[in-house]
């Protein structure tokens, strides 16, 4: 069974607000209040470690179609591998983070 990452959507308790894992079968619904408070919760979408040979090397991203960004400033990210889509991302941009 995979674990899912949760955290309060706004005010929560200790344990939601810092975040919680939970144990679930893919077949069950995601939670959507927290098990200590109540208050609603959302889950998280978790980054994946990759190591050996899935390590995602710029050669990799770039081969695969897919496009990686870099955080370069205070709501900026710049274009670390791959081709496709702009160059830069952030505030004066067509394309800001909240888009993807």
Request: hydrophobic share 30%; glycine share 12%.
């Amino acid at each position: 069974m995979p674990l899912y990452d949760y955290a309060a959507v706004g005010k929560g308790c200790p344990t939601c607000r810092k975040g919680f894992e939970v144990m679930q079968k893919l077949s069950e619904p995601k939670l959507k209040k927290c098990p200590a408070c109540k208050r609603p919760v959302e889950r998280l979408i978790s980054k994946v470690a990759l190591g050996g040979k899935y390590a995602l090397t710029p050669n990799k991203i770039r081969n695969s179609g897919l496009t990686q960004y870099k955080k370069a400033g205070d709501g900026y990210y710049e274009r670390a591998a791959g081709t496709k889509g702009p160059a830069v991302i952030g505030p004066g941009s067509k394309v800001k983070p909240s888009d993807f």
